[in-house]
């Protein structure tokens, strides 16, 4: 049973900073590829960045590459997504996500629909 808590969420100005963690229970290989997601109101989930544990491989959606940087630490079993440089745009609803079992083709995919555990998500609000 795969579980993910995502924490960090907060309100910040326009050039802050914002570190969120992902915490990670379950198979491991079931959480091998994650995802981190945000979504605003009226719209569909924007993958921003991944993550693959073997080779530590990452990408990033253009909308965030330069500023976000995604991490794992395996010894906490916690996935990060450290935010820089934060825009009113990036107000959203965070969540992480993993591939789930058998999910290695999917590794890397920026795809909501290619991830099978979702957590509860935390709220993003940068003000200008």
């Known amino acids: 049973q795969v579980h993910l808590m995502e924490s960090g969420g907060d309100s910040v100005q326009t050039g802050g900073s914002l570190r969120l963690s992902c915490a990670v229970s379950?198979?491991?290989?079931?959480?091998?590829?994650m995802g981190w997601f945000r979504q605003t109101p009226g719209k569909g989930r924007e993958g921003i960045a991944t993550?693959?544990?073997?080779?530590?491989?990452?990408s990033y959606a253009d909308s965030v590459k330069g500023r976000f940087t995604v991490s794992r630490d395996v010894a906490k079993n916690t996935v990060y997504l450290q935010m820089n440089s934060l825009k009113p745009e990036d107000t959203a609803m965070y969540y992480c996500?993993?591939?789930?079992?058998?999910?290695?083709?999917?590794?890397?995919?920026?795809?909501?629909?290619?991830?099978?555990?979702w957590g509860q998500g935390t709220q993003v609000s940068v003000s200008s």
């Open positions: 993550h693959e544990s073997v080779l530590g491989s990452t």
């Open positions: 379950g198979d491991n290989p079931e959480t091998a590829c």
């Open positions: 996500a993993s591939t789930g079992r058998g999910g290695w083709s999917r590794c890397g995919s920026r795809k909501s629909s290619d991830y099978t555990h």
